[in-house]
């Protein structure tokens, strides 16, 4: 369970609060969606429940952030690592730099956790045969398109099997069927009671996979709701966020005195 | 299948690829053979799967790649006779990682760069700047450092860098990447305005309902090859769908709902509000 209480944050250099009283639950094998418009504080959250903000990246943080009811500000980050991963939005980010393949790339987590060489390889061709990228497994990791890079990011992460995952826009890049196979990919990983947080803006890609939604809007955590009901709520429009497609286009026909079957837009 | 009937795409080629080849070092074959025709005006998107060779071919129109085999022709003229430089001036190519663009301290020192090196000088290059910086809704911006804006803004600045530059060819790489509703809504502007004012916008994109709403023609591309070329109604009809799968694709959500109702092709929200309406 990773939790936030009341948390304040501010950026190192900046007076500005990014993140007003927020308080947020992540149970364990729940995926929690975080939606909000440009510059809500959707990354900052995601680096605040991770732990890299303030550890690695400065800044003040007010409230607590306690991950298994231990205070995060108090654990070094080596064993941080090993209990809360996260997913960047730009796959340059994450790439190591070290690996001279793909294969090695996503052998890299499990090998720093200090598992067994026959973990590490059946984690490996476990986690690129759930994304479907074992073409890739002897390719350099830095030459791959956008959108392969960041399939391998995920794997990556995968390989690791966090017990809480925090992902920031995890399929901005990908491919329809590349952002299917990322969403099943999480849903397996919460069924092994990973807690996981994901900040998308592709709200049909959540409303298949979420247990919960929480809308954010200049800093501050506007909705909190079980899903789907969530994604009917006002505060989305409100936020300027959009419903998902089979919301608002039924919502679309409905203003139009139009009835379709019942299960047409799922 | 070729240009959507009625749209802009009457104009005379600006962009011409015949049998284009590239290999990587390494031997990765990323593009496979493309023969591809736009003309000026033209709204043209390109999708498939990711590594399907989409980036690998739109940055041979700029020099930055250059043919393995087959020829690129620009304005009529040989891509291999002309510097990135010169072909800079006609193909402006806004990239997927915005880091990879931006370097400047200010966001107006930023846009106003590739303008420059486009030649503008004074007056006009003040004017394009800030009509760029508008367009994306960064004015109030202009005097901020480039990295203190949040991912989604550093897109529509290295967007505002592209526009300032005048090209009559935009080629946008994934522009709705991190952009909430009102950042495509103003993307969706931004096309708008540049087909409006004559200029040829192709764009890459795995957004499917973006490229059903803002463009006329879709080129479907898969392990470097053009699988599909046509309207968004042609693309993405019920028949076109194995193809769209085969290349990890799948049909926006109006046009699967259409299908599911037996109403055509209807790849927007309103041309399925349209068609149910007129049959009620």
């Known amino acids: 369970m990773l939790e936030l209480r009341s948390v304040y944050y501010r950026y190192p250099g900046y007076a500005r609060q990014v993140l007003l009283d927020v308080n947020l639950r992540l149970d364990d094998g729940q995926i929690v969606g975080l939606v909000g418009p440009n510059e809500a504080g959707k990354s900052t959250l995601c680096l605040v429940a991770s732990g890299l903000a303030p550890a690695s990246v400065g800044g003040v943080l007010g409230g ?6 231990t205070v995060m500000a108090g654990l070094p980050t080596h064993e941080l690592a090993t209990r809360v991963g996260i997913v960047f939005q730009n796959p340059n980010t994450q790439r190591s730099g070290v690996s001279g393949t793909v294969f090695e790339e996503i052998a890299l ?20 045969a759930t994304l479907r990228i074992e073409a890739l497994a ?36 990908l491919d329809p069927e590349g952002s299917r196979l990322v969403g099943d990919a999480l849903r397996a990983l919460a069924g092994t009671g990973t807690a996981l947080l994901i900040a998308e803006h592709k709200v049909d890609l959540l409303d298949t996979i979420c247990d919960r ?10 909705l909190d709701d079980r899903a789907p009901a969530a994604f009917e ?18 919502r679309a026909l409905a203003a139009r005195g139009i009835t379709i079957p019942e299960g047409a837009l799922a | 299948m070729s240009g959507a009937p009625g749209s802009a795409g009457d104009g005379p080629p600006v962009i011409r690829c015949e049998g284009l080849v590239h290999v990587y070092p390494g031997g990765v074959r990323a593009v496979d053979g493309v023969d591809l025709e736009i003309r000026a005006g033209e709204r043209v998107a390109i999708i498939g799967q990711n590594g399907s060779g989409k980036t690998s071919l739109v940055l041979h129109w700029n020099g930055l790649l250059r043919p393995t085999e087959g020829l690129v022709l620009i304005d009529g003229a040989d891509a291999a006779e002309r510097r990135v430089a010169q072909l800079a001036r006609t193909v402006g190519i806004e990239f997927q990682d915005p880091d990879r663009q931006i370097f400047a301290g200010r966001c107006r020192t930023e846009v106003a760069f590739g303008a420059r090196n486009a030649g503008l000088r004074g007056g006009a290059l003040e004017a394009a700047v800030d009509g760029a910086l508008e367009a994306v809704g960064l004015t109030d911006a202009a005097d901020t450092n480039p990295y203190d804006l949040g991912y989604s803004r550093r897109k529509l600045l290295a967007l505002a860098g592209i526009l300032a530059m005048g090209t009559p060819v935009v080629v946008l790489d994934e522009p709705t990447t991190g952009q909430d509703a009102r950042g495509v809504a103003r993307i969706q502007q931004v096309v708008a305005d540049l087909a409006d004012a004559g200029r040829t916008v192709v764009t890459i994109s795995h957004d499917m309902r973006f490229v059903a709403e803002t463009f006329d023609r879709v080129v479907v591309m898969g392990t470097g090859k053009v699988l599909l070329d046509g309207t968004s109604a042609q693309v993405f009809a019920e028949a076109a769908w194995p193809t769209l799968h085969s290349t990890f694709l799948e049909p926006p959500v109006a046009s699967r709902v259409g299908a599911r109702l037996r109403v055509g092709s209807t790849p927007t929200e309103s041309a399925l509000v ?6 009620t």
């Open chain 1, 213 to 222: 939604l929480i809308v954010i809007d200049a800093g501050r955590i506007v």
């Open chain 1, 64 to 69: 607590e952030v306690l991950v298994d009811g």
């Open chain 2, 274 to 279: 349209d068609v149910l309406t007129g049959r």
């Open chain 1, 138 to 173: 002897d390719r350099n990791p830095m030459r791959l398109s956008g959108g392969q890079a960041q399939l391998v990011a995920i794997a990556s992460i995968l390989a690791m099997r966090p017990r809480h995952l925090v992902l920031d826009e995890p399929t901005a890049q």
């Open chain 1, 109 to 128: 987590g499990p090998v720093n956790l200090g598992l067994p060489v026959g973990e590490t390889v059946e984690r490996t061709r476990w986690a690129m």
């Open chain 1, 233 to 250: 709520s006002p505060v989305l429009e409100a936020a300027g966020v959009e419903a998902p497609s089979r919301i608002r286009l039924g």
